[in-house]
């Protein structure tokens, strides 16, 4: 199981942050014919991201072409368990991806309409957002 990982950050480790409104780029299916769109803002993780990966790849069994769109660039860190509050924060644990409303976040080509939306809805399943499945033409 390849995780998803930074080779280099900048940072080690990064504030929380915001993650409100609409994705204004990576928000139209450019690569493949059919599309995952995320309806919900939300932080993805690795993990969640190589799951729904394989849930696609599985389904088509191993054919046609996909494209993941995001990538987990932020670090999130925890103190490990009976920690006292204070002296710092804690060491990164994971990465993960910030996905705004309407960022498409997988694209798959060379398969059937069925394959496809069957394929995409099952990656949906392993996500924690709220997901629409869009053509090409659509967007």
Known sequence: MAILVPRK???????????EGIATRCNSVDFGDWGLVSLDNERITSRQIEAARQAITRFVKRGGKIWIRIF????????PLDV???????????????????????????????????????????LPVRCKIIKKEEF
């Open 9 to 19: 950050v900048e940072h080690r480790k990064v504030r929380k942050g915001k993650n």
């Open 72 to 79: 987990p660039h932020t670090p999130v860190s925890k103190k």
């Open 84 to 126: 006292k509050m204070g002296s710092g924060k804690g060491e990164p644990q994971f990465y993960v991806a910030k996905v705004k409303a309407g960022t498409v976040m997988f694209e798959i080509a060379d398969v059937t309409e069925e394959q496809a939306r069957e394929a995409l809805r099952l990656a949906s399943h392993k």
